[in-house]
């Protein structure tokens, strides 16, 4: 099926991917996995959507459908891997994928989203990534009512980890290295804010959270959170630091502790986290930009110069270069 897209998000895996910084990047290359867009022609086996749909399309587009974790609808871990949305093999065209920083794409229906009913389009994009790399850790370990959860890091992910928790039901706890984030960290729903370079507020918490969800993608002290969890804690890490983080072996062994990852959900837990956004009222916050600005957009976005989300306006794409 043929998508107009709309809104594209800028993920921070689109500046490290068109930067080559992971060295796996095949040029020609266009990012952007952060898709919502419009379905403007089908193919005659297409069955699930018709022309005027509003759809999402996330971070992969095909899998090999067959392996244990695909049948058990985890195709984000599928052991043959997935076809990601750009800078994959494309397997009926050759070459590779093309991302969202485009006019249009064609995608399997299968791994195309339902837009709900009454979420803003633009803001829907960043769910496609940040969203679901924050929702599935939090269902995975079931964080609901009665449960502490700690959030490090109010970035893109963090955002989204702040809102996603609270509407679970959880006490959250945001821990920021910034002050003055507290004031959006509770705007956003945390119900306590950490600054995390202040030893005594650390020490306050120590093995007290049900699960801590680490979003930071810069060196940090891991056991310094590691040791605020309570028996058979556990946190998950969906920042991925440039470096390996060192682990203290004492800070995991006491009170069982489990270190864990997470990426981002399988298909029905995609539209699960799209519904349930719809459901409870938000989605990211955004700042829109112009495709001509995305350099600017890459920058800012290293210095953390946004509030949470660039999202681009492909509209833009067919006007006038922006001056300045």
């Known amino acids: 099926m043929e998508i107009d897209i709309l809104f594209c998000g800028v993920c921070h895996s689109d500046l490290h991917t068109g930067r080559n910084e992971w060295h796996n990047t095949i040029y020609p290359f266009v990012p952007g996995h952060e898709i919502v867009g419009r379905v403007t022609r089908v193919g005659g086996s297409v069955t699930k959507f018709k022309s005027g749909d509003d759809v999402a399309v996330g971070v992969m587009v095909d899998t090999c459908r067959t392996c244990p ?49 009454g979420l803003d389009p633009a803001a829907t994009a960043p769910l496609l990534c ?7 850790p939090l269902r995975h370990w079931k964080v609901g009512p009665n449960h502490k959860v700690g959030v490090v890091g109010l970035g893109g992910l963090g955002h989204m980890g702040v809102k996603f928790a609270h509407a679970l039901g959880a006490h959250v706890v945001l821990f920021t290295t910034s002050p003055g984030k507290a004031a959006d960290g509770l705007r956003l729903g945390a119900h306590e804010i950490v600054v995390s370079k202040n030893q005594d507020e650390m020490k306050k918490h120590l093995g007290s959270f049900d699960f801590l969800l680490d979003t930071v993608s810069a060196d940090h002290d891991i056991n310094a959170y590691l040791q605020l969890l309570k028996l058979d804690g556990t946190l998950a890490l969906v920042g991925a630091p440039e470096r390996p983080l060192p682990v203290a072996a004492f800070s995991v062994i006491p009170l069982r502790r489990s270190l864990a990852g ?59 270069p922006a001056v300045g």
Request: glycine fraction near 8%.
């Open 130 to 136: 940040a969203g679901i790399t924050t929702y599935s």
């Open 262 to 320: 997470s990426s981002i959900g399988g298909l029905a837990e995609t539209q699960e986290m799209l519904d349930f956004c719809a459901k409870h009222g938000f989605a990211a916050d955004i700042e829109i930009t112009p495709i001509q600005k995305i350099n600017e957009a890459w920058e800012r976005m290293l210095k953390q110069d946004v509030k949470y989300r660039f999202v681009i306006d492909m509209a833009t794409l067919k006007s006038e």
């Open 69 to 117: 974790n695909c049948r058990a609808g985890q195709e984000q871990y599928c052991l043959s891997i997935p076809v990601y949305t750009y800078n994959s093999e494309d397997k009926y065209l050759g070459g590779t994928t093309f991302g969202g920083y485009s006019s249009s794409i064609v995608v399997d229906e299968d791994f195309v989203f339902r837009v709900p009913a």
